[in-house]
């Protein structure tokens, strides 16, 4: 529920004014009703059989059915008898209307979704030496029209333990388990947006733009075309793997390495031209190839600490990833088409910037045309700069010779000034997760972090730009001009002050390029706890069986020695966007636990 009434205000002293219908503040009091009824169902059946103390079978099949079911209702009600009071019978008569009647709007909307599979799996191990599992799904989707709605989904693996071997027996003192695996399988992915992705809607809540009897009249309005061959995304994987244990099973140590092929991803298809008037329909019209690996390395043991044992633990995980476009139509490599076969994903193009200009002589003589990235609104010319570049603007690169600033022909290998300068795609993600218990007392302690992710600020990040986006912002960092070009202060961070040049894509700082491109690897105290429970011996003698004292911490503290600025958390600038997102927060939990 949500209610708005006429607002009052004061410019001066003793004169209050009111705010009203024709200022946009309207007296509405909007209620909403959503239904949203998700049902599953699952059976299946399990046989399992040993025999010979050697072979073991398992095998499970089974039918998964799902649906949900979701309905919209909304109620606007106008001119309500009571601003204190909200009920959808107070709403009054519309002045505006000659014959008084109620103004009141409705809107609804309702969506079906409904998926099905039959899955099985078999799974068999020879005293437990050597292991075989074969899966298969066949799932359908209403998201897809007749003939395009299954997909199968077969996926196998086999695994080696070599230290069930007769041969390994001379290395078990010290090497407790040594195992090699491989799979390959296929995922269907149908998540989407929308219900109805291969339907053209009708749209039944616009008006006409033009008056017909004096009124604006309902209108009705088809979607954008689409493609009725839409069907399953694919996701197929090979992985090879190792585990290898020692000392006891106190080290031990997991490698994977991996690729996978999306296929049929689902993008926007051919360019169509303006002529067509609507906007270009998702197909599955491109390949992507991932390749990356994992590796987990753990230690874990105890020794006596003043005669009370201390058991202690350290893993460190870490991965990397690599992905590339394998199949899409576009033989050119136009970037008008987005992607192209052999680009790396998350790759990040821009001009190169190599500083800023001394004088307002050396601006104004520079025989490099910026206009593709001089809005003119706020970069005009005059008599003393005939480009409208001062001292303390960027000065842009002319890679190519050409005497202007610009994408050549904006395609791969003709892109005049354009280069790839970065990757927003995460590398080297980590995670360090550290424990000890000793005499009642625990510690766990869990760091998370990538090692590097690049990341231009966004058009209008306000976060990072500050009144370089909109000179008019309430909140301006702290000692921020410290950070802005001035006569006295040219080895500055920022170019000279000036409004509204990063807010838009065409402008110095909305445009990418090398000056500002950030690293946003980070390392991040994401968990602390420390507890400590009371002894036995305190609590012996009376009802309560245990007494435990704790802390936890969350998001405690971040290192991105990358990132230029105090204001912008990594994780938030991983998000893209113009950064108006609720920070990261910091949390502290003191509690007691008591078991009686």
Request: one cysteine or more.
């Given at each position: 529920?949500n209610r708005?009434?006429?607002?009052?205000?004061s410019?001066?002293?003793?004169?209050v004014?009111?705010?009203?219908?024709?200022?946009?503040?309207?007296?509405?009091l909007?209620?909403?009703?959503?239904?949203?009824?998700y049902?599953?169902?699952?059976?299946?059946?399990?046989?399992?059989n040993l025999?010979?103390?050697?072979?073991?079978?398992k095998?499970?099949a089974?039918v998964?059915?799902?649906?949900r079911?979701?309905?919209?209702?909304?109620?606007?009600?106008?001119?309500?008898?009571?601003?204190?009071?909200?009920?959808?019978?107070?709403?009054?008569?519309d002045?505006a209307?000659?014959?008084?009647k109620?103004r009141?709007e409705?809107?609804?909307?309702?969506?079906e979704?409904k998926t099905?599979g039959y899955?099985a799996?078999i799974?068999?191990?020879?005293?437990?030496?050597?292991?075989l599992?074969?899966?298969?799904?066949?799932?359908?989707?209403?998201?897809f029209?007749r003939?395009?709605?299954?997909v199968?989904?077969?996926s196998a693996?086999?695994?080696w333990?070599i230290?069930?071997?007769p041969?390994?027996?001379p290395?078990?003192?010290?090497?407790d388990?040594?195992?090699?695996r491989?799979?390959?399988?296929?995922?269907?992915?149908q998540?989407?947006?929308?219900y109805?992705?291969?339907?053209r809607?009708v749209?039944?809540a616009?008006?006409s733009?033009?008056?017909?009897?004096?009124?604006?009249?309902?209108?009705?309005?088809?979607?954008?075309?689409?493609?009725s061959?839409?069907?399953w995304?694919?996701?197929?994987?090979?992985?090879l793997g190792?585990?290898?244990a020692?000392?006891?099973?106190?080290?031990?140590?997991s490698g994977e390495?991996?690729?996978r092929?999306?296929?049929d991803?689902?993008?926007?298809?051919?360019?169509l031209?303006a002529?067509?008037?609507?906007?270009?329909?998702?197909?599955n019209?491109?390949?992507?190839r991932?390749?990356?690996?994992?590796?987990?390395?753990?230690?874990?043991?105890?020794?006596?600490?003043?005669s009370?044992?201390f058991?202690?633990s350290a893993?460190?995980?870490?991965?990397?990833?690599?992905?590339?476009?394998?199949?899409?139509?576009?033989?050119?490599?136009?970037f008008?088409k987005n992607?192209w076969?052999?680009?790396?994903?998350g790759?990040?193009?821009?001009?190169?910037?190599?500083?800023l200009?001394a004088?307002?002589?050396e601006?104004?003589?520079?025989?490099?045309?910026?206009?593709k990235?001089?809005?003119?609104?706020?970069?005009?010319?005059?008599?003393?700069?005939?480009?409208?570049?001062?001292?303390g603007?960027?000065?842009?690169?002319?890679?190519?010779?050409?005497?202007a600033?610009?994408k050549?022909?904006?395609?791969?290998?003709d892109?005049?000034?354009?280069?790839i300068?970065g990757?927003?795609?995460?590398?080297?993600?980590y995670g360090?997760?550290?424990?000890?218990?000793?005499?009642?007392?625990v510690?766990?302690?869990f760091?998370?972090?990538?090692?590097?992710m690049?990341?231009?600020?966004?058009a209008?990040?306000r976060?990072?730009?500050?009144?370089?986006?909109?000179?008019?912002?309430?909140f301006?960092?702290k000692?921020f001009?410290?950070?802005?070009?001035?006569?006295?202060?040219?080895?500055?961070f920022y170019p000279r002050?000036?409004?509204?040049?990063?807010m838009?894509?065409?402008?110095?700082?909305?445009?990418?390029?090398?000056?500002y491109?950030?690293n946003?690897?980070?390392?991040?105290?994401?968990?602390?706890?420390?507890?400590?429970s009371?002894?036995?011996s305190?609590l012996?003698?009376?009802?309560i069986?245990?007494?435990?004292?704790?802390?936890?911490?969350?998001?405690?503290f971040?290192?991105a020695?990358?990132?230029?600025g105090?204001y912008?958390?990594p994780?938030?600038?991983?998000?893209?966007?113009?950064?108006?997102l609720y920070?990261w927060?910091?949390?502290?939990i003191?509690?007691?636990?008591i078991?009686?």
């Open positions: 529920m708005s009434v006429e607002g009052q205000y410019m001066y002293p003793g004169v004014q009111v705010k009203n219908d024709k200022d946009g503040f309207y007296d509405v909007s209620e909403s009703a959503n239904t949203n009824i049902q599953v169902y699952n059976l299946y059946a399990t046989y399992e025999w010979a103390d050697a072979h073991a079978l095998i499970m089974g998964n059915y799902e649906t079911w979701i309905k919209d209702l909304g109620l606007k009600g106008y001119n309500l008898y009571s601003t204190e009071l909200n009920d959808q019978n107070l709403v009054g008569a002045p209307d000659p014959d008084g109620k009141m409705t809107s609804g909307g309702q969506n979704l099905a899955f799996r799974n068999y191990d020879y005293k437990g030496r050597y292991l599992e074969v899966n298969g799904r066949y799932d359908g989707s209403s998201r029209l003939g395009h709605r299954w199968f989904s077969p693996s086999i695994g333990r230290s069930e071997e041969f390994f027996t290395l078990k003192e010290w090497w388990n040594a195992k090699i491989f799979s390959y399988g296929q995922l269907g992915n998540q989407m947006s929308s109805y992705p291969a339907i809607t749209n039944t616009g008006k733009s033009y008056l017909l009897g004096g009124a604006n009249l309902p209108q009705a309005s088809l979607s954008a075309p689409v493609s061959n839409l069907t995304e694919r996701s197929i994987q090979s992985n190792v585990d290898l020692f000392f006891g099973n106190r080290l031990e140590f390495a991996y690729i092929d999306t296929k991803m689902l993008t926007a298809g051919e360019p031209p002529v067509y008037g609507a906007s270009v329909p998702q197909e019209v491109a390949d992507l991932t390749k990356g690996y994992e590796l987990s390395l753990s230690w874990r043991d105890s020794f006596k600490l003043g009370k044992p058991a202690y893993s460190v995980v870490f991965s990397d990833y690599v992905s590339h476009i394998t199949r899409f139509n576009n033989p050119e490599k136009l008008a992607y076969v052999g680009m790396k994903y790759d990040i193009w821009a001009y190169t910037v190599d500083g200009f004088t307002d002589e601006a104004a003589n520079y025989p490099v045309d910026q206009s990235v001089n809005d003119s609104q706020i970069f005009p010319t005059s008599a003393t700069s005939p480009n409208g570049l001062y001292a603007d960027m000065r842009f690169v002319d890679l190519d010779g050409d005497g600033i610009n050549g022909r904006e395609k791969v290998g892109s005049g000034d354009w280069q300068i990757n927003s795609q995460p590398r080297y993600n360090i997760n550290l424990t000890a218990n000793w005499n009642g007392i510690l766990a302690v760091f998370q972090g990538i090692g590097k690049d990341w231009y600020p966004g209008d990040a976060a990072f730009w500050g009144p370089y986006a909109r000179p008019y912002m309430t301006i960092p000692d001009l410290l950070d802005c070009w001035s006569e006295e202060n040219p080895d500055a002050p000036r409004g509204y040049v990063a838009n894509a065409n402008r110095p700082l909305g445009v990418a390029n090398t000056r491109l950030q946003i690897g980070y390392l991040r105290l994401k968990n602390l706890t420390v507890g400590y009371l002894p036995d305190v012996k003698n009376c009802f069986h245990k007494v435990r004292f704790y802390f936890t911490g969350e998001n405690l971040y290192w020695p990358g990132l230029h105090k912008v958390d994780e938030m600038a991983m998000t893209g966007g113009n950064l108006r920070p927060q910091k949390s502290f003191f509690g007691i636990d078991t009686l």
